[in-house]
Every structure is written in structure tokens, then in C-alpha cells.
């Protein structure tokens, strides 16, 4: 018998495997591969550190295919999986006395979901701070999507020649989605 309170984690078509223990937000929690338009071409090798960049304009469904992609992983592929709002992270990491430790459990994952990437607030910390974050990231090896409102000439606008470059290379799949299934 289930405990009572693992009853509003639980995920009743995978198990105790729950998207809740991944920092998916409540509302994509039920996000699926079926939901997406075309599934297949989402399908990563994460094993092999391949990325996904979801750009494009507000309520086409990037986070929400993001949140399927990490769902699948997380549940079927048994890989270990963070959601990150990029936001979020940047005034969390404010607080850290070492951001060493913040960025190690980074790299512990195999799959890192960036969300929202270019809605925070830009200083020269915060640009120092998705640098360093991008280049652990991709100089490791950790599968990641990133979503973001910007197009991707604004990605290098707003964060240099060196974090698009890198952004770039890491993903080699870049995706603009129209309207997912939901």
C-alpha cells in the first residue's frame, strides 16, 4: 500500500519514478511523449551528451515538450534528470557560499533541463554565472535542453559570441515548436 503522502507524487503510469522528484513544475507533471507532435524527434542520446534547443515565441509548449522529454528520460530511461528555471538558479546560486557545490550537482546529472533561458535579469554576475554554467555543462558532456523566447541571433546578442558558440555546438538539435497536443 502506497503511503498517504507519496499519493499527490506518485505517477501512476510509471510508478514511484515521479516527476515531482525531478523539479518539473506541477502543470507539465503529466507531460508526455504522446503529447508531442512529432515524438520521434525529440528522442536524444543522452548517453552521448546530445541537446536540444526549444526556441520561440511564448505558449508554443517549449517547456512543456522539455518536461515530456524529461519525463521519458527520467521514468523509461532511468537516466538522472534536473529541471532547472534558469531564473530561479541565478538567484538561488546568489546565496551559495561556494557555487562549486552548485555547479557539481549540475554535473551529476545526465539529462539538465535549462528553463526560460533570457527571462532573468542581466548584470555582469548573472552573464559570468550561464557562462560558467553553459561551459561546465557542455565541456562535460551533460545532455541538456534549453528553452528560450529568444531567437537564436538574440541568444548571441544578449550573451556574447563565446556562450552562443558553445550553446551552439552543444546543441545540435535546435527546434522551434508550433502549438504540442494537450
Do not use: H
Not at 507532435?37 to 522539455?66: C, F, H, M, R
Not at 527571462?119 to 558532456?141: A, D, R
Not at 545532455?143 to 546543441?171: F, P, Q, V
Amino acid at each position: 500500500m502506497l503511503p498517504i503522502e507519496k499519493v499527490r507524487d506518485y505517477d501512476f503510469k510509471y510508478g514511484l519514478r515521479s516527476a515531482a522528484n525531478i523539479n518539473i513544475p506541477k502543470l507539465c507533471r503529466c507531460a508526455s511523449f504522446d503529447d508531442l507532435k512529432s515524438p520521434e524527434k525529440y528522442k536524444i542520446d543522452w548517453v552521448n551528451g546530445e541537446s536540444i534547443l526549444l526556441y520561440g515565441p511564448t505558449g508554443t509548449g517549449k517547456t512543456y515538450s522539455a518536461c515530456a522529454i524529461a519525463r521519458y528520460f527520467y521514468v523509461v530511461e532511468m537516466a538522472i534528470v534536473k529541471f532547472i528555471d534558469v531564473p530561479d538558479f541565478i538567484m538561488e546560486s546568489k546565496n551559495f557560499e561556494s557555487n562549486q557545490n552548485l555547479y557539481s550537482d549540475l554535473l551529476g546529472n545526465e539529462l539538465i533541463i535549462l528553463d526560460d533561458l533570457g527571462s532573468e535579469y542581466i548584470t555582469e554576475w548573472s552573464l559570468n554565472q550561464i557562462g560558467y554554467m553553459i561551459n561546465k555543462l557542455y565541456s562535460n558532456g551533460v545532455s541538456t535542453i534549453i528553452t528560450t523566447n529568444l531567437a537564436t541571433k538574440e541568444i548571441e546578442e544578449r550573451y556574447g559570441s563565446r556562450i552562443w558558440s558553445r550553446i551552439n555546438k552543444m546543441c545540435g538539435l535546435k527546434i522551434r515548436p508550433t502549438k504540442v497536443k494537450r
